[in-house]
């Protein structure tokens, strides 16, 4: 028996909370996985709240990364004692995820945690650190480089804006942190940006071409907000954009991309070939460095999983929740 989140829908409608289910109701998967620690995203907490169809299936354990230790494995790769770790793939979604004290899922899904990182600290990158590295190198493969100027990071209380900022200010650029919560400019600087600015300055339509300001930016946010930050970026320069808080239009012009030259470099976790996981997770375990997880992460049982899902939804959360799913309830 495991103890887990689980959701269902039926004709009484949209439910989740904590249970306890036996093994034999796991998934099919080649590797079963005792799980230490994972983590509450923003689509987990979609998931849970029941706010967009995020689960294809019922019932569904939530939980869209996790790590741990493999326990059994008909994978060639694996083998029991193996320090692993679990992002996307539609887990949480389409299969049972990491929301529980164990998993089993497909080994090709698997990356082996780096030795330079715990448990906890894995998933205090999780899924959302994971992505900033990929943004990350989405920006370095294009060429840019600390001495070009200014990058911008939208969303940037979130969980990929507060790890985008750190990697940046560890790696030598100069970042400046778009957010809607300017009482939280403390803990932004202490991740390493150098400036700020309100998001509401790039959330309502703006012109097609404005003032260059960054040499690139990412994005987290979507609509409006991606449409004026492509429209400031200087010639030749680039955005990773990664996700669609405020929406997934994008009410732009081809202007940047004719007149500048700037590139719009989308960039998808979930299903990441798995030799671009490895190299992420190996530059994280070697960027990331100080007081980073202290400061963008926090840690929560099992039993507080539903009501923190909430609070996400409603804005209320900084940074990252871990979750500790071996923690007394």
């Known amino acids: ?50 706010k967009a169809p995020v689960v294809r299936s019922f019932p569904m354990v939530p939980g869209i990364d996790f790590a741990g230790t493999v326990e059994r494995s008909d994978h060639p790769d694996f083998k029991p004692g193996d320090r692993v770790i679990l992002n996307g793939w539609g887990v949480g979604e389409q299969h049972w995820g990491g929301l529980a004290q164990r998993a089993r899922v497909k080994g090709d899904w698997l990356v082996p945690l780096p030795a330079g990182l715990s448990a906890r600290q894995a ?29 911008l990071v939208t969303g940037a209380g979130g969980g990929v804006g507060s790890f985008s900022i750190a990697l940046l200010a560890q790696l030598g650029y100069q970042v400046v942190a778009a957010t809607g919560r300017l009482a939280e400019g403390e803990y932004l600087k202490r991740l390493g940006a150098s400036g700020l600015m309100d998001r509401k300055e790039l959330a309502e339509p703006g012109r097609p071409l404005q003032k260059e300001r960054w040499a690139a930016a990412i994005d987290s946010v979507g609509s409006h907000t991606l ?25 732009g012009s081809v202007a940047p991309f004719i007149l500048r030259g700037i590139s719009l470099l989308g960039v998808d976790s979930v299903m990441r070939p798995k030799a671009d996981r490895i190299v992420a997770w ?48």
């Open 1 to 50: 028996m495991f103890k887990a989140i689980l959701i269902e829908k039926d004709a009484e409608g949209h439910r989740a909370g904590l249970t306890e289910l036996d093994d034999a109701r796991l998934p099919e998967g080649d590797v079963q996985v005792k799980v230490e620690y994972s983590t509450l995203n923003y689509k987990d907490g979609l998931a849970i709240t029941g």
């Open 227 to 251: 449409a004026n930050v492509c429209a400031q970026v200087r010639a030749n320069g680039a955005v990773a954009a990664c996700g669609m808080a405020q929406g997934l239009d994008f009410p």
């Open 123 to 151: 998933m205090a990158i999780g899924t959302a650190g994971y992505t900033a590295m990929l943004c990350v190198l989405a920006l370095e493969w294009h060429g840019v480089k600390p001495g070009d100027g200014e990058v």
């Open 282 to 329: 190996d530059r994280l375990s070697k960027n990331l460095r100080g007081p980073v997880f202290e400061e963008v992460a926090s840690t929560i049982s099992l039993g507080e999983v539903v009501e923190a899902a909430g609070k996400l939804m409603r804005g209320e959360v900084r940074g990252r929740l871990v979750v500790d799913v071996n923690a007394e309830v």
